[in-house]
């Protein structure tokens, strides 16, 4: 009989207690804090989101529930809700979204040899898009988004090899998600897809001069010239590629060089989409391919607001809700890596899923996801026929 660790002190091992504590000591987060320390938040709040918690009422309460565990869950002795709610009200997000950096650094080493896209690319592939997520505007008044409602919105940047997400950014949700462009290092040779809410000149002029790619569509109302056409396959969707040069004044001055277009039908939504890009040595329906692997940003946005909490807050601060986000998406990079380190073949939502049940068990965690009965844990059926349907 195993009677080692409990499953959530094998998942909470994964975590370098050593890099997590380089960071807290940086930002001061332990500073005249006797018990409960800046790891004893973390574990808190992500045993809250590994169990679907509604609350920190709810979680604490669970966790005092099981106060003869405690100690070798690593919470030490009964925590009051009053001392939870001050760690996450008034301790910097900045330590937790370091931590959540660090793990996605970590499991982008694990995932490097995976490919999930349908064509083979040496080149990364990033997708960039944003996610608003609605607030209550008179207990989030500093989150001001229009005058009867609140939000914040969650700029995101994913690699769509490993769907690990490679840049986050937080802003009011009244930021026009093109603003995320400012921030982000475009690496060379890479490509970076994106919806056509980012179509602005200057910014994929900047994108192009990096010597990195992008992927857009073509807003309706775009003037340009054609200067020559390329070879076409209308058999496999693709009704024209042309290389052009833009028309309007300030837009050929933000982007004075050529760009291709290439009009797609798609048989299976039966959708005709306009493609926009810098990169002239693929193949259209290659383009077409890379637009379509963009849906795996709106799926990561999708699974984190249905398996973790984010959509109801377990504070009121500015500060309180990002410690929530950064720690939720720590536990969705945490569950990434423990799928590679203890080679388990289930997805992602049925290892959360199983977890959530399992966690006071002592049970090593591959010897776990071997007896479990999948048939309970079915992965929604997402349509993949209508990928071009954004």
Same mark, same amino acid.
């Given at each position: 009989?195993?009677?080692?660790?409990?499953?959530?002190?094998?998942?909470?091992?994964?975590?370098?207690?050593?890099?997590?504590?380089?960071?807290?000591?940086?930002?001061?987060?332990?500073?005249?804090?006797?018990?409960?320390?800046?790891?004893?938040?973390?574990?808190?709040?992500?045993?809250?989101?590994?169990?679907?918690?509604?609350?920190?009422?709810?979680?604490?309460?669970?966790?005092?529930?099981?106060?003869?565990?405690?100690?070798?869950?690593?919470?030490?002795?009964?925590?009051?809700?009053?001392?939870?709610?001050?760690?996450?009200?008034?301790?910097?997000?900045?330590?937790?979204?370091?931590?959540?950096?660090?793990?996605?650094?970590?499991?982008?080493?694990?995932?490097?040899?995976?490919?999930?896209?349908?064509?083979?690319? &040496?080149?990364?592939?990033?997708?960039?898009?944003? $996610?608003? /997520?609605? @607030?209550?505007?008179?207990?989030?008044?500093? #989150? %001001?988004?229009?005058?009867?409602?609140?939000?914040?919105?969650?700029?995101?940047?994913?690699?769509?090899?490993?769907?690990?997400?490679?840049?986050?950014?937080?802003?009011?949700?009244?930021?026009?998600?093109?603003?995320?462009?400012?921030?982000?290092?475009?690496?060379?040779?890479?490509?970076?897809?994106?919806?056509?809410?980012?179509?602005?000149?200057?910014?994929?002029?900047?994108?192009?001069?990096?010597?990195?790619?992008?992927?857009?569509?073509?807003?309706?109302?775009?003037?340009?010239?054609?200067?020559?056409?390329?070879?076409?396959?209308?058999?496999?969707?693709?009704?024209?590629?042309?290389?052009?040069?833009?028309?309007?004044?300030?837009?050929?001055?933000?982007?004075?060089?050529?760009?291709?277009?290439? &009009?797609?039908?798609?048989?299976?939504?039966?959708? $005709?989409? /306009?493609? @926009?890009?810098?990169?002239?040595?693929?193949? #259209? %329906?290659?383009?077409?391919?890379?637009?379509?692997?963009?849906?795996?940003?709106?799926?990561?946005?999708?699974?984190?607001?249905?398996?973790?909490?984010?959509?109801?807050?377990?504070?009121?601060?500015?500060?309180?809700?990002?410690?929530?986000?950064?720690?939720?998406?720590?536990?969705?990079?945490?569950?990434?890596?423990?799928?590679?380190?203890?080679?388990?073949?289930?997805?992602?939502?049925?290892?959360?899923?199983?977890?959530?049940?399992?966690?006071?068990?002592?049970?090593?965690?591959?010897?776990?996801?071997?007896?479990?009965?999948?048939?309970?844990?079915?992965?929604?059926?997402?349509?993949?026929?209508?990928?071009?349907?954004?």
């Amino acid at each position: 009989m195993f009677t080692g660790k409990y499953v959530f002190s094998q998942l909470m091992g994964l975590v370098s207690s050593t890099s997590f504590q380089t960071i807290v000591n940086r930002h001061s987060g332990d500073y005249k804090v006797r018990e409960f320390s800046c790891w004893k938040q973390f574990l808190c709040m992500a045993f809250g989101q590994l169990t679907h918690r509604e609350s920190i009422t709810d979680t604490m309460m669970c966790i005092n529930t099981v106060a003869n565990k405690s100690y070798h869950l690593g919470f030490g002795k009964g925590v009051a809700i009053s001392t939870i709610t001050r760690a996450n009200e008034n301790r910097s997000y900045k330590i937790y979204e370091e931590h959540a950096m660090l793990l996605i650094k970590e499991a982008k080493r694990l995932y490097i040899d995976d490919n999930k896209l349908e064509i083979e690319l &040496k080149e990364n592939v990033f997708a960039i898009d944003a $996610t608003t /997520i609605d @607030l209550c505007l008179s207990t989030f008044f500093w #989150a %001001t988004f229009r005058t009867t409602k609140a939000g914040i919105k969650l700029h995101t940047q994913i690699d769509l090899k490993t769907a690990i997400p490679e840049f986050i950014l937080f802003s009011n949700a009244s930021v026009h998600d093109v603003n995320a462009l400012d921030f982000i290092s475009f690496e060379a040779n890479s490509f970076y897809i994106m919806d056509k809410g980012y179509v602005d000149y200057k910014r994929l002029y900047r994108i192009h001069l990096s010597n990195a790619f992008f992927v857009t569509r073509a807003k309706d109302n775009m003037n340009y010239r054609r200067l020559y056409s390329h070879p076409k396959d209308i058999k496999k969707g693709v009704i024209y590629d042309q290389t052009i040069m833009l028309n309007n004044h300030y837009a050929s001055k933000d982007y004075s060089e050529k760009l291709r277009i290439i &009009k797609f039908k798609d048989d299976l939504s039966g959708l $005709t989409l /306009i493609f @926009l890009t810098n990169n002239f040595h693929l193949k #259209a %329906t290659d383009i077409a391919l890379l637009y379509k692997a963009r849906w795996d940003i709106e799926m990561f946005f999708k699974w984190i607001k249905q398996h973790l909490k984010i959509k109801s807050f377990w504070g009121q601060s500015e500060n309180a809700v990002k410690t929530q986000i950064w720690i939720a998406v720590s536990v969705y990079v945490l569950v990434a890596i423990a799928k590679k380190k203890f080679m388990l073949n289930q997805t992602l939502y049925e290892i959360l899923q199983i977890l959530s049940i399992s966690l006071f068990e002592k049970m090593p965690i591959n010897q776990l996801f071997q007896k479990t009965q999948l048939q309970y844990f079915k992965e929604q059926d997402d349509n993949q026929l209508t990928l071009f349907d954004l």
